[in-house]
């Protein structure tokens, strides 16, 4: 169907998105004043792990424009957008490699962080599985990923104002209302009732296993004698 306004973001993939740019400051707000915010930063971390877990599935089962096959940035296609002859719909090629990558690095950032400690007395939920000198390890990938992330967000957002400043496309309004004005092509089909449920079982499966819930309790520290005199 040829159309002037087509449905492009479908609602899972709307909210994946804001919800996701909400935990990402709330993450990096937390993380850096730390304290009894650290706490916040923990459970935001599981939320996101949820979110992307939530993602993955979508981007194979999800309505057209959020699947990965659409806007996977191969070569030829970033090649094609660089010389001005791309004419898709949805992700551009370089925003399909900022999507992949940020995913990909808040995978590698949250996966670091159930492992992470902060020597005083927050640790990761899946901190006993692994020894003191990997869960430093990885907390030093966990601080180091946090500026990369930082840095990748702002870029992204540069990009966002950029295409709606100069080349008058906004990429706003459609994430927003699912809407895009002023294009042809095909509305986003697919997605639905029953992936979504499927999604959200597989979110909240892979925020039970990082919470940790599921591990033995540990034993109870040894009683203190009592001195005999």
Known sequence: MISQ?????????????????????????SGQVGGKLIDVHGKIGLAIVGLIAFRL???????TYARFAQFFPTPARIKVYLKGEWRGL??????GLSVFSLIFLLTVQVASGLFANDDIAFVGPLYELVSKVLSDRLTGIHHLLSNVLIALVVLHVVAVAFH???????LIKPMLTGWKEGVSGEPARGGGLKVSIVA???????VYGASGAWLPEPPPPPAAETPIW
Do not use: C, Q, Y
């Open 57 to 63: 599935v979508w981007g194979f089962a999800g309505s």
């Open 164 to 170: 709606g400043h100069f080349k008058k496309d906004d």
């Open 5 to 29: 306004r087509i449905r492009l973001w479908d609602l899972p993939t709307r909210l994946f998105h804001w919800l996701l740019v909400l935990a990402f400051v709330v993450a990096i707000v």
């Open 90 to 95: 949805g992700h551009n090629p370089l925003g």
């Open 200 to 206: 959200l079982i597989v979110a909240a499966a892979a």
